[in-house]
């Protein structure tokens, strides 16, 4: 069992950074492969970025690719995900994920999931 609780979320500028964090319990972080995706108001949730078990293998979607980073510290059980560039259409609740199997595209199924932090970003 790992839970997961996501932070950093808020309010934001256009062309403004926001950096997420996701502090997962449990010793076995290293064994899961995480992801993030978002959801925003009336829409599907959509796969952000995933990072392999080690960090050593990431996968972006989209208009994320360029703009986000994301990162994970084995040692603190946490992953990150650094926004740059932030825009109008990002505003979403951003959710962060742990899957057994380890990220082999850009997809990633999340056998456990975060509450989810909001990110706004107005013009």
């Known amino acids: 069992q790992v839970q997961l609780v996501e932070s950093g979320g808020g309010l934001v500028q256009a062309g403004g950074s926001l950096r997420l964090s996701c502090a997962a319990s449990g010793r076995t972080f290293s064994t899961y492969a995480m992801g993030w995706f978002r959801q925003a108001p009336g829409k599907e949730r959509e796969f952000v970025a995933g990072?392999?078990?080690?960090?050593?293998?990431?996968y972006y979607v989209g208009s994320m690719r360029g703009r986000f980073t994301i990162s994970r510290d084995n040692g603190k059980n946490t992953v990150y995900l650094q926004m740059n560039s932030l825009k109008p259409e990002d505003t979403a609740v951003y959710y962060c994920?742990?899957?057994?199997?380890?990220?082999?595209?850009?997809?990633?199924?999340?056998?456990?999931w975060g509450q989810g932090t909001q990110v706004t970003v107005s013009s």
């Open positions: 990072i392999s078990r080690t960090g050593g293998v990431i």
């Open positions: 994920a742990a899957d057994r199997a380890e990220i082999t595209s850009a997809h990633l199924d999340g056998d456990y």
